[in-house]
């Protein structure tokens, strides 16, 4: 934990170079170099290479929409399209 304080990076990328603050974080990013897509949408096959990408894309299935506008209700699947639409108001 202490390291997301220090900004230190000790984990880097033997084929691109970028560096990680945590192994786990260098491990998830090699699926971009080796094509690994582990995490598979049940409904419709699509695959991701992280989990949070395939939660994100479960709603589109399922219709979820947990980010929602205090100014005028109006809800969305990701907490980006809601950062957006708060420019409206």
Do not use: M, N, W
Not at 48 to 75: A, I, M, N, W
């Amino acid at each position: 934990h202490q390291l997301i304080h220090t900004g230190e990076k000790p984990y880097t990328c033997s084929d691109c170079g970028k560096s990680f603050t945590f192994s786990s974080a260098l491990t998830q990013h090699r699926h971009v170099h080796s094509g690994k897509k582990p995490f598979t949408c049940s409904d419709c096959g699509k695959s991701f290479t992280r989990r949070s990408t395939l939660t994100q894309h479960r709603r589109v299935h399922t219709g979820e929409k947990p980010f929602t506008c205090s100014d005028c209700g109006k809800s969305f699947t990701h907490s980006s399209t809601l950062t957006q639409h708060r420019q409206v108001h």
